[in-house]
Structures are given as C-alpha cells and as structure tokens.
C-alpha cells in the first residue's frame, strides 16, 4: 500500500536520525470514536438521528432532522520524528491514517454492517515530556487534515425499500490529542491510552450537515529507534 511504501522511504530517509539526537516511531492504534451533531446533509424520507423522527416536512419532502451521533471504531496507523529538545519538551512531527465502522447510523434509522464508515488521513505537531519516571512518556500533539465519511448522509432507498449506496462527503478535520507511552524495552513501547477532541467541517456547498463533533480513545503499541537519551 501507498502508505507502507511512505514509512519505508521516510524511515531510510531518517535512518541517521539517532545520531542527530532525534526519535523516528511507528505505532499502531485501535480506536473508538464518538461523533455528534450529527444531522442530515440531504433531504430525505428517512430518520436522521438513530431511529428517532426526522424534521419537518416541506412541499412533500422531509427535511433533515434532530441531531444524532455515532460511535465508529477501528484501527490506525501512523509515524512520528521528533527533533528538537526545548527543556523537558521534545517537539517533533506526527502523520496518520485510519478507518472506523459503525453498523448503526445517526443520519438514518436501520442498521446494518458497516452502515457508516469513516477513512481519515491527518497530520500535524507533537511535543513529547520528560518525568521523573523513565519508563513513563507523556505526549500531546495537534492535527489537521481531512475525513470522508457518510455520517451525514441519509441512506438511498431502492423501490423495494432496502437501504442502498449511501453517497460519501468529504470533511476538513482538526483534532487535540493527548495520551502516554510506557517503555518496555529499547525499540518497544505501550502506548497505554490516547484521548482526543476536535471537529469535521464538510466541504462543499448546500444546506443541512455542516460540523460534526469528535471524541476518541485508543490504545496501541509502538515501534521506534531509541533515543540516545
């Protein structure tokens, strides 16, 4: 895959970072997610919040409902390389990629497997601190960059009435994050949990779904050339 073949070359690229007193790490996360406010981007004769009713209905067309929420989950992958130390605070980079499945909607009222799923890629800053416990590394990052999802989207109904392709939108995502690592040995760390918080802003133009808001909580485990520290 596109994103393997990425960490290789950005690996081989920073091969001499040890020397230089930096840290490149691989990791590898199972997270879950809750996303609210979630509403209907699309007018739709259907539910637009976990089976409860939809809005008003205009000109014979009902328009998007209450606002609902959902809770994907799934795993996630991603690479950092931190660089500078300021005191007890190493700065460095972090990129990521994941995935998350729900087989509940909170744009319409039937469940299925998969009935919403999620693909984001997000980059951004990272600042990792000392304690006075060697084997404990608290980090605290924030990232930007974008998520296609159909959690805003009504699913489209067949004239048989079964749920059908359900269209995808396209979001520009922002989130904090904030976890630790336990060391476990020279290349092999815990990364015991990780919170986050942020928003989905769709792009594009229309009335209906525009925000989305965004909790999480993982865990994983992570691969990295140790620090000369």
């Known amino acids: 895959m596109n994103l393997c073949k990425c960490f290789v070359v950005v690996l081989l690229g920073l091969g001499g970072a040890v020397a230089a007193r930096a840290q490149v790490g691989i990791y590898g996360l199972y997270t879950g997610e809750h996303l609210s406010n979630i509403q209907c981007f699309s007018p739709a004769s259907v539910s637009c919040s976990n089976g409860s009713a939809g809005g008003a209905v205009v000109s014979g067309v009902q328009q998007p409902g209450a606002t609902g929420s959902i809770n994907p989950s799934g795993f996630s992958g991603g690479i950092y390389y931190d660089f500078k130390n300021v005191g007890p605070v190493r700065l460095g980079l972090d990129a990521r990629g994941g995935e998350g499945h729900s087989n509940k909607s909170a744009a319409w009222s039937a469940g299925e497997k998969n009935a919403t799923e999620e693909y984001s890629a997000l980059a951004g800053v990272r600042a990792s601190m000392k304690t006075k416990y060697s084997w404990l590394k608290p980090y605290a990052e924030v990232l930007a960059g974008w998520t296609r999802s159909d959690a805003t989207e009504p699913c489209k109904r067949d004239s048989y009435g079964l749920c059908t392709v359900v269209p995808f939108d396209n979001f520009v995502r922002y989130e904090a994050l904030a976890g630790a690592d ?48």
């Open 182 to 229: 336990i060391h476990l040995s020279s290349i092999l760390e815990l990364r015991v949990i990780e919170l986050g918080i942020g928003n989905m802003n769709r792009i594009g133009n229309g009335t209906g779904q525009s925000s989305v808001g965004v909790k999480s909580v993982g865990a994983g485990i992570v691969l990295h050339l140790p620090s000369p520290e």
